[in-house]
């Protein structure tokens, strides 16, 4: 199947913004952002130290490769421009008149500009009429009236930026996008911030005129906008349509997650008309009774969700209900119901199992059986991995920062619990397990371990769970004193793929899989 790239199942336009000291570094932009996949650019004038505009705007228009957007935006709007009104409307005019494609002016200035232009608007330039909330996102009755007021300021095109309080703000945008849609206006509509990023990769499903991609990340004109490249290599933007459905992996954090990255590739590969996205939820019940739909189809589960996502399914595997969390959700197509499964143990457990094969382990019975199992962690993960080990037959042990939470695992399991603090001094046996199953270690904390370097002689193998970075501090200091490691990212591998055939109904790309991971 081609590229996302290549091909092309919705009109959405990606526009780059352009943000430099001097107009040949924007000549410079403009031809990069072609290249790199973008169909418009918008050319921030009010970044230019220097600014000419009759030489300028001319020398702009003329260089530029694609369909240009000229916005100018004074600082109280959250832009640069510092200036008189007049020196800006007489700079914006001129854009119109040299042959601009589009010019954005704000709400609180559309009705002056009007006045200012009197009538004198030529026909090929569209005006965006842009409004922008730095704080929140308004309710939908407020963001209908909103929307009325920009098309009454004599917008060719509405455009509004929300920020993102919570991801179910996102919603309501959402909302006014297909009802504007209905109604042939067409509408840039995004929500700011990392709770907002749907807003922009899932624009060509709702209708949206287009959205915004940078052309380096972090260099951005406003928060939360993704690069071109993401956009179309990591969400295959091109290929989203009406018909798209919606998967995401739901933590927090979850910007580390290369869950999107594994799963766009192969439904792009497999022809499958879905998009996987990073879903940054702080309230999971909420998350679930906003997006009800049948499109959002389902979601992986990460920290701290696992436990609370299984309280909120309609139905759950019964090997899930055993452990207390679910790490993937599907939603039934014939009901809506919410079905939750736990494919974390399956994953985990395969790799420390062909781990310890490695190391000369060989017979019928899994070379788990009868090992000192332990487990740092109570959680969602610690509670697969403790359920796991038990049914291949070891001996485990839960460790936790609080000793009651160990406790309470340990007493369902059928094991023993430490405080974490206890495990320096731990070490009944040789050939021991060790599988960290928390955050400790991720990135950014990277110089963060559960257990000190001399404690880890005593074990055969070493897991971690965590695999932004893959060689943690835990597994390099582990390698260092002889304990075979198995990385997080072969659980992560493990686990995808029964969620990957629970999310489409086809064969998980194995291979596929590997390779997509072989890099990281």
């Known amino acids: 199947m081609a590229s996302g790239v290549g091909m092309r199942k919705n009109q959405t336009l990606i526009c780059a913004p352009l943000m430099a000291d001097t107009v040949d570094q924007v000549v410079n ?16 004038l009010d970044h230019l130290k220097s600014f000419d505009p009759h030489s300028d705007v001319e020398k702009l228009i ?127 509509a995004m929500v700011m911030g990392e709770r907002g990023l749907m807003s922009r990769i899932l624009c060509p499903k709702f209708g949206g005129y287009l959205t915004f991609g940078t052309l380096e990340a972090g260099k951005v004109s406003a928060p939360g906008q993704p690069t071109i490249e993401q956009l179309l290599n990591l969400y295959n933007f091109r290929l989203i349509d009406s018909d798209t459905k919606v998967f995401g992996i739901i933590g927090k954090p979850v910007s580390h997650s290369k869950s999107p990255k594994l799963y766009n590739r192969a439904f792009r590969e497999d022809g499958f008309n879905g998009v996987f996205l990073h879903l940054l939820v702080d309230d999971l019940p909420k ?99 403790a359920y796991g080990a038990k049914e291949k037959g070891a001996r485990v042990v839960i460790a936790n920062r609080t000793y009651e939470r160990a406790k309470e695992l340990a007493d369902i399991i059928g094991g023993q619990a430490l405080s974490l603090a206890d495990l320096e001094s731990f070490h009944p046996e040789s050939g021991m397990i060790l599988a960290n199953t928390t955050s400790i270690g991720m990135q950014p904390k990277i110089e963060e371990t559960p257990v000190p370097k001399e404690a880890l002689r005593h074990y055969e193998l070493v897991f971690d769970a965590v695999y932004t970075p893959k060689i943690t501090r835990l597994l390099g200091e582990a390698q260092e004193v002889g304990a075979k490691i198995v990385t997080g990212v072969e659980m992560f591998i493990g686990q995808a793929y029964e969620q990957y055939e629970r999310f489409t109904g086809l064969p998980a790309p194995k291979q596929l899989f590997k390779e997509i991971m072989g890099d990281h």
């Open 62 to 188: 003329k260089e530029c490769p694609l369909p240009t957007l000229f916005t100018y935006r004074p600082i109280w709007e959250g832009g640069q421009y510092d200036g008189d009104e007049n020196t800006r409307f007489n700079a914006l005019q001129l854009c119109m008149k040299l042959g601009a494609d589009h010019i954005d002016i704000e709400l609180k200035a559309a009705n002056e500009f009007n006045k200012f232009l009197n009538g004198d608007k030529p026909e090929k330039c569209k005006v965006i009429v842009s409004s922008h909330n730095y704080d929140s996102t308004p309710s939908s009755e407020e963001l209908g009236n909103l929307v009325a007021r920009i098309q009454t300021a004599g917008a060719d095109i509405v455009k509004f930026a929300t920020t993102a309080v919570d991801i179910t703000d996102v919603a309501r945008v959402f909302q006014i996008t297909v009802h504007c849609q209905s109604f042939q206006v067409p509408i840039i």
């Open 29 to 44: 932009l403009m031809h990069k952002s072609k290249a790199t996949g973008a169909d418009i650019v918008e050319i921030r």
């Open 287 to 385: 998350f679930f009774d906003t997006y009800s739909s049948p499109d959002f189809s389902g979601f992986s589960c990460t920290i701290p969700h696992k436990e609370v996502a299984l309280s909120r399914c309609d139905e759950v595997d019964p090997v899930a209900k055993s452990i207390g969390a679910v790490n993937c959700v599907i939603r039934r197509p014939n009901d809506g119901k919410l079905f939750g499964c736990n494919t974390d143990y399956i994953g985990a457990i395969s790799a420390i199992e062909d781990g310890l094969r490695e190391n000369g382990a060989s017979g019928p019975v899994s070379p788990l059986a009868g090992k000192l199992f332990v487990v740092i962690g109570a959680g969602g993960a610690g509670k697969a991995l």
